[in-house]
């Protein structure tokens, strides 16, 4: 059985930085794209960052030059670094990833960005 955790999220205060962990196990015979998306309370969920297997890269215009997505292969995890956070980008943080072909959820980690 495939599992993706999350982990890193916590209370930081506003223009400090947290690093999100998401790492995948069980039986893996393939990760495509991995990606994260939030979740702030009575709101959609939204993409914020994608990284395919090549390594390229996509943001949501709202978290551009703040955040940066990686991905360690070797490790099959994913990371978020987020700089700069400002209090809108309080929400639960998900990771999700296209593994053996199919989609993935995380359980998701709470970010809260407050002073």
């Known amino acids: 059985q495939v599992q993706l955790v999350e982990s890193g999220g916590g209370l930081v205060q506003p223009g400090g930085s947290l690093r999100l962990s998401c790492a995948a196990s069980?039986?893996?015979?393939?990760?495509?794209?991995m990606g994260w998306y939030r979740q702030a309370p009575e709101k959609q969920r939204e993409l914020v960052a994608d990284?395919?297997?090549?390594?390229?890269?996509d943001y949501a215009d709202s978290v551009k030059g703040r955040f940066t997505i990686s991905r360690d292969h070797a490790e099959n995890t994913m990371y978020l670094q987020m700089n700069s956070l400002k209090s809108e980008d309080t929400a639960v943080y998900y990771c999700?990833?296209?593994?053996?072909?199919?989609?993935?959820w995380g359980q998701g980690t709470q970010v809260t960005v407050s002073s």
């Open positions: 999700t990833a296209k593994i053996n072909l199919r989609d993935h």
């Open positions: 069980g039986r893996i015979f393939s990760i495509k794209d």
């Open positions: 990284i395919d297997s090549y390594g390229f890269t």
